[in-house]
């Protein structure tokens, strides 16, 4: 860019950014400001990549543009705001883009902010195209035509829980229309045609337990709870799958074994566990290979990331889950009803040949989806 900088080039600069984020389906654009200059990132597949560097001599020009798009105070510079930035409806395979959000935030090298994209489609995604073994595949589309039990899925923040329980959704919503299927989230994350979705907001007095007592005088078949946080949800929702409901969610809980002792913690009998979780669901998100570069390795067989235009240079395109399902048979319902301890059930889980994230993420590997070195870095060595 040339010392001399005018307003139609700042213009279209940022429009340009913007467009080209969404033509590659980024979730968000940091405008970061450094000692160099305006460092831009975009988030590709959950990872953040460095686009380029602007430098400092147009850092304020561009934030100042991207607060007019956003409607903000372009004099303020010395508080956080926040904003909704309207067009660049640039399509995408994810569909067209609902929303983007800005937040700018004064640091002390100057203003940083961030534009966060909503897709329409995104975390739409289809059961069979998340990823899953073909034995998960099939174990949870049995669940998922069950008239009852609990379903719980566990993981970190930003593991695709919210995403598999969309796809299961919409799953039973094919397999058995007309059932009668009720959500609560906090917020909603999608809108899922016909599903009744209620957003319970942390600061309003409909909390989920609230909620979710009521919702079961409303006939429900099919309850998905955003989010099993507290001992009086856990157990409307534990007895909610064992009166005739199925009911998904989903618990914070390393491993499948760690949430089902959480439940035992937050005060429900274990006889009520045993006899009403049917599965629990242990995911983690890595990325694919981007296949119009992938390298193999002839020596090992391993495929590597190399990085073209088509992937923005990460090597990698989209994700893809590793996924472990503990089903609850008699030895493990015995251990449960004995107190067992984490490492008794983990124990029964090795000995009866559980397949774990790390061995799930091996078929990957193999498979040339993806690499060891995504896999190590999601889930830790292996
Ligand atoms: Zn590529």
Not at 305 to 315: K, R
Request: aromatic share 4%; glycine share 8%; net charge neutral.
């Amino acid at each position: 860019m040339s010392k001399k900088i005018n307003k139609t080039d700042i213009v279209a600069l940022v429009d340009d950014l913007l467009s080209d984020a969404i033509t590659c389906g980024a979730s968000d654009v940091h405008f970061e400001p450094t000692n160099e200059g305006l460092t831009i990132k975009f988030r590709l597949d959950g990872t953040l990549k460095t686009i380029e560097i602007l430098p400092s001599i147009v850092k304020d020009n561009v934030i100042a543009r991207l607060k007019v798009l956003g409607g903000l105070l372009t004099y303020r510079n010395d508080l956080p705001q926040e904003g909704r930035i309207k067009g660049h409806e640039t399509s995408h395979t994810q569909g067209k883009v609902t929303d983007k959000r800005l937040a700018v935030f004064p640091t002390i090298h100057g203003q940083r902010a961030v534009v966060r994209i909503f897709y329409e489609n995104a975390g739409l995604t289809e059961l069979k195209q998340l990823g899953f073994s073909d034995y998960i595949f099939s174990a949870v589309s049995e669940i998922s035509d069950q008239n009852q039990g609990v379903l719980l899925l566990t993981g970190p923040a930003g593991s695709g829980k919210s995403t598999t329980l969309a796809a299961l959704l919409r799953n039973i919503l094919r397999n058995h229309p007309g059932k009668s299927i009720i959500a609560l989230e906090d917020p909603v994350e999608r809108n899922i045609h016909g599903v009744t979705q209620i957003e319970i907001s942390a600061h309003s007095e409909m909390t989920f337990p609230i909620a979710l007592r009521s919702l079961l005088r409303q006939d429900p078949q099919v309850l998905m709870v955003g989010e099993i946080r507290d001992a009086e949800t856990a157990s409307i929702a534990i007895e909610a799958g064992l009166t005739g409901h199925l009911l998904m969610s989903t618990m914070h809980s390393g491993t499948p074994a760690g949430a089902i002792l959480r439940l035992l913690e937050m005060g429900i009998e274990p006889y009520q566990v045993t006899s009403s979780v049917s599965a629990v669901m242990n995911q983690r998100l890595v990325r694919k290979l981007c296949p119009k570069c992938k390298k193999e390795d002839k020596a090992s067989g391993i495929f590597e990331a190399v990085g073209c235009d088509n992937c923005f240079n990460t090597g990698f395109n989209g994700r893809v889950l590793i996924c472990e399902m503990v089903q609850l048979d008699g030895q493990l319902r015995k251990a449960i009803l004995e107190k067992a301890d984490m490492e008794t059930l983990q124990n029964i889980l090795n000995n009866r040949g559980h397949m774990n994230l790390a061995q799930d993420a091996r078929r990957l590997i193999t498979e040339g989806i993806t690499t060891p070195n995504e896999v190590q870095a999601v889930i830790g060595d292996f």
